[in-house]
C-alpha cells in the first residue's frame, strides 16, 4: 500500500515528497514578493533545512488555529508566545484582538464557518497535489484565512508596476489549485475567496473574492513552471541557488571577490 495522506502528516517529509502543494511550488518558483531557491526547496523536501519559525508566521499560525479550534494546543507548543511573566508577548495580544475584530462580523463569520482544515488530492501537470482548506463550503465555496500587515497596501514590481497583496504574494496560486483540486474530486468549480484579516492599529477586514480570470492566468504560470520542477524534484536535475535565501548564505563557499556592482545585481 502507497503512502497515505492524513492531517497528522500531511506536512511531514513524505508528504512533501510525494506530493506537491501550493507552498512547496512557491519554494521553487517563488511570487512576485518573494524569490524561489530550487535548491532550498529540495533541502526542505529532504529534511535538511527548516524555514525558522519567523514572528510574522506566529501571528499567522495563531489567528488559523483559533478558528481551527487548536489555539490551546498551539500555545501549549509555542513557549516563544509568551514572555517571563506568562502573559502573551504585544504581537500576540494583537491577534488575540484581531481574531475578536473578527468575530464581530456577521459576513466574516459566515464565510469562516464551513469545515475545517479539509485535505484533498488530485493530479496536475506531471504530480500529485495536496490542499488543506481553511473553511470549505461544500458546492458553494473555498476561503482561506489570511492575517496580513495590510489588505490595500500594493506592492511594487518592476516592469509591471503595483500589484495587490493577493497577486503580490501568489494567493491567486492557491486559489487556482484548491479550485482545480476541489473540481477533481467533486465535479464543482467553486469561487475562491480570501477571508483577510489586517494587523494595523485599526484593523481592517474583508471578505475577497478572486475572480475566476485570475485563477486561469495563475494556472498557466502554474502549468509553465512545472516541468522544471519535476525535473529537480524527481529526476537528478540540479537545482539552481538564489543566493539570496537563508539557505544559499549559510551554504554559501567563495570562488572569488565581487565587484560592488554585484552587490545589487539582484535589484
Known amino acids: ?3 497515505q495522506l ?19 511550488f512557491k519554494d ?3 511570487t512576485y514578493g518573494k524569490l524561489g ?3 532550498c526547496a529540495m533541502a526542505k523536501i529532504r529534511g535538511k533545512y527548516k524555514e525558522p519559525d519567523r514572528t510574522a508566521l506566529l501571528e499567522g499560525s495563531y489567528v488559523d488555529s483559533f478558528y481551527e479550534g487548536t489555539l490551546d494546543k498551539f500555545k501549549e507548543e509555542h513557549a516563544e508566545l509568551f514572555r517571563q511573566d506568562g502573559e502573551l508577548k504585544a504581537n500576540f495580544i494583537k491577534a488575540e484582538k484581531a481574531i475578536a475584530r473578527s468575530l464581530r462580523d456577521p459576513l466574516f463569520q459566515e464565510y469562516m464557518s464551513g469545515e475545517k482544515q479539509v485535505i484533498m488530492t488530485g493530479e496536475l501537470f506531471g504530480s500529485k497535489w495536496k490542499i488543506k482548506m ?17 489588505l490595500t497596501k500594493f506592492g511594487y514590481v518592476p516592469d509591471i508596476g503595483y500589484l495587490d497583496f493577493v497577486r503580490y504574494w501568489g494567493y491567486d496560486l492557491q486559489g487556482a489549485i484548491y479550485q482545480e483540486i476541489v473540481y477533481q474530486n467533486t465535479g464543482k468549480r467553486l469561487p475562491f475567496y480570501i477571508a483577510g ?4 492599529e485599526a484593523m481592517n477586514i474583508e471578505v475577497i473574492y478572486i475572480h475566476d480570470n485570475y485563477l486561469k492566468e495563475a494556472m498557466k504560470v502554474i502549468e509553465s513552471r512545472m516541468p522544471r520542477i519535476l525535473q529537480v524534484k524527481y529526476h537528478g536535475a540540479k537545482p539552481d541557488r538564489c ?8 551554504t554559501k563557499v567563495l570562488t572569488k571577490p565581487i565587484g560592488i556592482g554585484d552587490l545589487t545585481a539582484s535589484l
Open 243 to 250: 543566493e539570496q535565501c537563508i539557505w544559499c548564505r549559510d
Open 134 to 150: 481553511d473553511s470549505y463550503h461544500p458546492g458553494r465555496a473555498i476561503v482561506d484565512l489570511k492575517y496580513m500587515q495590510s
Open 1 to 3: 500500500m502507497g503512502f
Open 28 to 30: 521553487f518558483a517563488g
Open 6 to 24: 492524513t492531517s497528522e502528516n500531511y506536512y511531514s517529509d513524505i508528504a512533501n515528497y510525494e506530493y506537491m502543494s501550493v507552498s512547496q
Open 197 to 200: 484579516i489586517s494587523k494595523e
Open 37 to 39: 531557491c530550487e535548491e
